[in-house]
């Protein structure tokens, strides 16, 4: 299970990480296994629907099995089955970095999603958080 306390550490050490690397703004968003939000921050001056981005990349990322990165090369190479998911997800899945599962003894316990700056670098913020709470990422490399 993900607690509170370990989803606002990933969360605030993600942000924290971001603002040590000057990114831009971001939407943070942390998920538990059941796609529910645990937390959510979003910075002054992000773009209107930069949160529904995060939260689409991490519950994307929960509902495939598998981190955002992962599912770009998908798209790319399997574009028609990135849309029929996309359709079932409701369009909550954006097949790009930043979404990343979190991972305890190998089981998935959630995921975050971040937008904002470069997709890159949202993963980046993303790993950084999920590592400073003593578990796994898995951005679907």
Known sequence: MLSLE?????????????????????????LDARGQRKVV?????????????????????????????????MAAERPAFIQAA?????????PVPGGVLIRDNGMVIGAVGISGDTSDNDEAAAIAGIEAAGLTADPGA
């Open 6 to 30: 370990k989803a606002r550490l990933i969360a605030d050490t993600a942000l924290k990480h971001a603002r040590v690397a000057s990114f831009k703004p971001l939407s943070i968003v942390v």
């Open 41 to 73: 921050l979003t910075e002054d001056n992000t773009s209107l629907k930069r949160a529904e981005v995060a939260y689409s990349k991490a519950y994307g990322a929960i509902a495939m099995g598998t981190g955002s990165r992962a599912l770009g090369k």
């Open 86 to 94: 996309m359709h079932v997800a409701d369009g909550a899945l954006v």
